[in-house]
Every structure is written in structure tokens, then in C-alpha cells.
């Protein structure tokens, strides 16, 4: 099992930054990847960006490429996602993602932390 425990949502204008943070706890070793997803009213769950287990390897989804930056402190086994230049319409539930890959594959999430910007 993991457990997630997010951080670092709230309200700001447009223009503005937040960092959000995600800190895993229990079988940590078994990370494929750790990440942020949204979620939006009245709109699917969509992937903002990941991170490979070494850092190495980052994605980031159109909509947030070059303003948004995802690291990782492996010592802490912590995420986080500097989200810079924000705009409204990146106003949603942030969810952290751990993907575990052991025998099989498993997601596991966070609780989801508000993020509202307004314009």
C-alpha cells in the first residue's frame, strides 16, 4: 500500500503561482511514476504531468507545457509542481498519482487539493 498526502492548493489571480506537494508513504519503492492529474467541473480527469522514479524523465500535457515544472525529492519521496503564469481555466481538484509497478500495475491517489484562479 501507499499513501498519499497533498499539499499546497488554494486561490490566486490569474498571473500568478502556486506549488503544490505530494508526499508518499508506505511501499514507495515499488514507483513507476508519480504525477499530478485535474480534474475540472463537468470534465474527465486529465494528466497535468509525471515524473519518472529516477527524475530523469518528465511529460507535461500541452496545456500546461512552460509553465508548470514537476520534481521530485526522492529522499522524502515527495512531488512536487511549481505551476507559474496560472490562468482560469486551470482551475480545478489537483490529484496526486503514484503508479506502482511490483507484481502488477496500481494507482494509487491522493485525496485532491483545490486549485482556483481567478481572472
Known amino acids: 500500500q501507499v499513501q498519499l498526502v497533498e499539499s499546497g492548493g488554494g486561490s490566486v489571480q490569474a498571473g500568478g503561482s502556486l506549488r503544490l506537494s505530494c508526499a508518499a508513504s508506505?511501499?514507495?519503492?515499488?514507483?513507476?511514476?508519480m504525477g499530478w492529474f485535474r480534474q475540472a467541473p463537468g470534465k474527465e480527469r486529465e494528466v497535468v504531468a509525471t515524473i519518472s522514479r529516477s527524475g530523469d524523465s518528465t511529460y507535461y500535457s500541452d496545456s500546461v507545457k512552460g509553465r508548470f515544472t514537476i520534481s521530485r525529492d526522492s529522499a522524502k519521496a515527495t512531488v512536487y509542481l511549481q505551476m507559474n503564469s496560472l490562468k482560469s481555466e486551470d482551475t480545478a481538484v489537483y490529484y496526486c498519482n503514484f503508479k506502482s509497478l511490483a507484481t502488477m500495475w496500481i494507482d494509487y491517489w491522493g485525496q485532491g487539493t483545490q486549485v482556483t484562479v481567478s481572472s
Open positions: 508506505g511501499r514507495t519503492l515499488s514507483m513507476y511514476t
